[in-house]
């Protein structure tokens, strides 16, 4: 892409691309928590200033998994069992 090409897509998109996102990811030895970074909660927000919901829970005692997410404006919720990987690593 030329610079002129570069120049052209960053003014018609406005630097849609490059968005960053901030997550944090706590954990010990009995499960985990993958979720947004409340410290940069401004650059992590939606178009419309809302923040959107997300995370990922793994409970490795009760072998389940859980997600939140939003999408489209609704909120979904999702449980699962973890599966062990077989093998050697």
Known sequence: MSKQEKEKQTYMF???Y???EFT???FSEKGSYYTHSD???A???GYDGHKE???IKRDFEKNTLSEIFE???KTYLIDN???RLIGKF
Request: proline residues 0%; glycine residues 16%; hydrophobic residues 25%.
């Open 43 to 45: 650059e992590s927000e």
């Open 71 to 73: 999408m489209s404006g």
């Open 14 to 16: 406005g630097g849609l």
């Open 39 to 41: 410290e940069k909660s």
């Open 24 to 26: 944090l990811l706590y």
């Open 53 to 55: 919901q997300f995370g």
């Open 18 to 20: 490059e968005r960053k």
């Open 81 to 83: 069992s973890l599966k």
